[in-house]
């Protein structure tokens, strides 16, 4: 994910200075499986980073006031149980249906 479609879904990342960042998802696909990892320069930047993405992961679930980008019952599902996971200056977002807890808990395991 990059450019417009990286500022769109993620307003304001593509501004923090990062040593490391990737952001990958499926063009296509009914099922959630998105990841966003970043070592950012600051944990000041860490910090706005983490927020950046919480908000897309409240967006994707939405709310009374606001129906989500996640239309579909398990697409909001997916979203629901999406982490924003921070250490230090690394943050990760990570929404994935089918690998949610795996994919979390190795990003945990490089901090332990």
Request: proline content about 4%; aromatic content about 10%.
């Amino acid at each position: 994910i990059e450019g417009e479609m990286l500022e769109s879904y993620y307003p304001g990342l593509g501004e923090i200075s990062t040593k490391q960042f990737i952001a990958k998802m499926p063009m296509m696909s009914s099922v959630v499986n998105e990841m966003v990892f970043l070592q950012c320069e600051t944990e000041e930047d860490a910090a706005k980073a983490a927020e950046i993405l919480q908000d897309r992961i409240d967006y994707q679930v939405g709310d009374e006031n606001n129906p989500g980008g996640a239309w579909y019952p398990e697409s909001i599902e997916a979203w629901k149980q999406g982490q924003v996971i921070r250490q230090g200056n690394y943050v990760a977002m990570v929404a994935s249906a089918e690998h949610q807890t795996a994919i979390s808990e190795a990003f945990n395991a490089l901090f332990a």
